[in-house]
């Protein structure tokens, strides 16, 4: 693993990198080069070898089971993750950071209800709650079906970050698949509002565009009976993606 860290960075000073396992590799012009190798990462770390406890003064510390959760979850070894995780809450059950990474974690793993219970709990208790964390909040409430908190939680991430493209994204996708308005095409909005920000950035949004315009192309084709629009939004698809089966059957009838 090789990152690349500003100089100026707040958030990763050298500590905490050292603490991650990372070995300084360069000094740039305004950066930092960071290198970790994963195969040299070890499954028992030095300080859980019995000699050291010999020494109380080579006992894991807190910070030690937080970076060892953080690296164990980098590598995948889910397992000693949530181990590490579950020691280092029990010790200090309300470090923020620690929530965000264990929810995240827990996602990711497939655990939605237990995500959705400490990045609740990370909601509640801390005053940063960033755009990851509603990002894995919103979409844990979705695996499980849960579309009502999943929506408020993707309207409190757009109402906190608008500039965020993906916001939009999510709300969209789950009002298009729970179907939460009375009226039919209820996600109509949530895609206009996607698009208008998504398309700032296209190369970045592709995928979501793609999936947008098909969504207002069919609305104009089979609701508002306007060809015209859907023709304009069907070419906009296909534009980015050439096979895109759904808009190319489309343009097919408007031709």
Same mark, same amino acid.
């Given at each position: 693993v090789?990152?690349?860290?500003?100089?100026t960075?707040?958030?990763?000073?050298?500590?905490?990198m050292?603490?991650f396992?990372?070995?300084?590799?360069?000094?740039?012009?305004g950066?930092? &080069?960071?290198?970790?190798?994963?195969?040299?990462?070890k499954?028992v770390?030095?300080?859980?070898?019995?000699?050291?406890?010999?020494?109380?003064?080579?006992?894991m510390?807190?910070?030690?089971?937080?970076?060892?959760a953080?690296?164990?979850?980098q590598?995948?070894?889910?397992a000693?993750a949530?181990?590490y995780? &579950?020691?280092?809450?029990?010790?200090?059950?309300?470090? *923020?950071?620690?929530?965000?990474?264990?929810?995240?974690? /827990?996602?990711?793993?497939?655990?939605s209800?237990?995500?959705?219970?400490? /990045?609740?709990t990370?909601?509640?208790? *801390?005053?940063r709650?960033?755009n990851?964390?509603?990002?894995?909040?919103?979409?844990?409430?979705? &695996?499980?079906?849960?579309?009502?908190n999943?929506?408020?939680?993707?309207?409190?991430?757009?109402a906190?970050?608008?500039a965020?493209?993906?916001?939009?994204?999510?709300?969209a996708?789950?009002?298009t698949?729970f179907?939460?308005?009375s009226?039919?095409?209820? &996600?109509?909005?949530?895609?206009?509002?996607y698009i208008?920000?998504?398309?700032?950035n296209?190369?970045?949004?592709?995928s979501?565009?793609?999936?947008?315009?098909?969504?207002?192309?069919?609305?104009?084709?089979?609701?508002?009976?306007?060809?015209?629009?859907?023709?304009?939004?069907?070419?906009?698809?296909?534009?980015l993606?050439?096979?895109?089966?759904?808009?190319a059957?489309? /343009?097919g009838?408007l031709?």
């Amino acid at each position: 693993v090789l990152v690349l860290i500003p100089n100026t960075s707040e958030y990763w000073p050298t500590a905490k990198m050292l603490g991650f396992g990372f070995k300084r590799i360069a000094q740039l012009k305004g950066w930092q &080069a960071w290198g970790f190798d994963i195969h040299t990462y070890k499954e028992v770390p030095d300080w859980l070898n019995a000699k050291f406890w010999a020494n109380p003064t080579k006992k894991m510390k807190d910070a030690d089971y937080i970076y060892s959760a953080r690296i164990a979850s980098q590598v995948g070894d889910t397992a000693k993750a949530f181990n590490y995780f &579950a020691i280092a809450l029990a010790n200090d059950s309300l470090n *923020c950071d620690l929530l965000a990474d264990y929810g995240k974690a /827990l996602f990711v793993a497939q655990r939605s209800a237990d995500a959705v219970k400490v /990045l609740s709990t990370k909601k509640a208790n *801390c005053t940063r709650f960033t755009n990851a964390d509603y990002s894995y909040l919103g979409r844990a409430y979705k &695996a499980l079906g849960d579309s009502l908190n999943a929506d408020t939680i993707f309207a409190e991430f757009t109402a906190k970050y608008p500039a965020l493209a993906s916001g939009y994204l999510y709300r969209a996708e789950l009002q298009t698949k729970f179907r939460m308005s009375s009226d039919e095409y209820g &996600a109509l909005p949530h895609w206009q509002k996607y698009i208008e920000v998504a398309e700032k950035n296209a190369a970045v949004n592709k995928s979501g565009l793609i999936e947008g315009y098909d969504y207002l192309g069919f609305y104009y084709f089979e609701k508002a009976k306007d060809k015209a629009q859907a023709k304009t939004y069907f070419s906009k698809a296909q534009e980015l993606d050439p096979g895109d089966t759904f808009a190319a059957e489309y /343009l097919g009838k408007l031709n």
